[in-house]
């Protein structure tokens, strides 16, 4: 039973548009929510956090969204870049020792 | 890159061997974790060391084990491998355990360690 998804395995945009990626989950303990990016041959690296008492956070060109009442989140990359090409991971923790849950990912390509 | 690093980077077993994994931490990191990340999937989480001692693990056998070192360097170690560990193992470091403990919760990962299990 997955309780984090990423329902588009992958998202086309155009350089300079917008991109959306979207997760839901389903475990209503998770209370702090991560978004990492993923190259080829290299390991997930932090992109940008928001804790459920939080209903947006932005960091430069990265927002992200936060809607509890409906399980759900979402990052907002504008305007795309050509090295924004990767795999995006939506994870979820409820705190203490019990790891990160990671969605399966979903591969942004960046179209010239 | 994050100062973790792993090795073997690649290696091939046969079912039934034993392998071991390792894992040097980001310099001032006390807390290890270890993620499993099937093909067209994400991070699976393993299990978790803080200050050498397993404080959190994922849902697998304990055939899946590991150490974590007073440097904070650390191992893993899977026992009777099965054709479904085949996989990319991830480690990933951090300051103290979870965003409810002070930390951010951001974890620092390695590029991994291929495994193929025939």
């Known amino acids: 039973d997955q309780q984090v998804k990423q329902n588009s395995p992958s998202l086309s945009v155009q350089e300079g548009r917008i991109s959306i990626l979207n997760c839901d989950y389903t475990?209503?303990?998770?209370?702090?929510f991560l978004w990492y990016k993923k190259y080829p041959a290299e390991g997930p690296t932090f992109l940008i956090s928001?804790?459920?008492?939080?209903d947006k956070n932005e960091d430069g060109r990265f927002t992200v969204f936060l809607n509890k009442s409906a399980k759900h989140l979402s990052l907002h990359i504008v305007p795309s870049q050509p090295g924004d090409s990767a795999v995006y991971f939506c994870?979820?923790?409820?705190?203490?020792?019990?790891?990160?849950?990671f969605g399966k990912g979903t591969h942004l390509i960046i179209q010239p | 890159e994050t100062g973790v690093t792993q090795s073997p980077t690649h290696l091939i077993k046969t079912r039934g061997q034993q392998v071991t994994l390792r894992c040097s931490s980001q310099?001032?990191?006390?807390?290890v974790s270890w993620y499993q990340q099937a093909l067209g999937q994400g991070p699976q989480f393993i299990f978790q060391?803080?200050?050498?001692?397993?404080?959190g693990r994922g849902n697998f056998p304990p055939r899946f084990s590991g150490l974590q070192f007073p440097n904070y360097s650390s191992e893993l170690n899977v026992n009777a491998l099965e054709l479904d560990d085949s996989a990319l193992y991830l480690c990933?470091?951090?300051?103290?355990f979870g965003h409810g403990l002070g930390g951010t919760g951001e974890l620092f990962f390695g590029e991994g360690s291929r495994l193929t299990v025939l």
């Open positions: 060391y803080y200050r050498e001692e397993e404080n």
């Open positions: 990933a470091s951090s300051l103290d």
């Open positions: 475990n209503s303990m998770f209370d702090y």
């Open positions: 928001i804790s459920s008492i939080k």
């Open positions: 310099s001032g990191h006390n807390t």
């Open positions: 994870a979820a923790s409820g705190g203490g020792a019990d790891g990160l849950t």
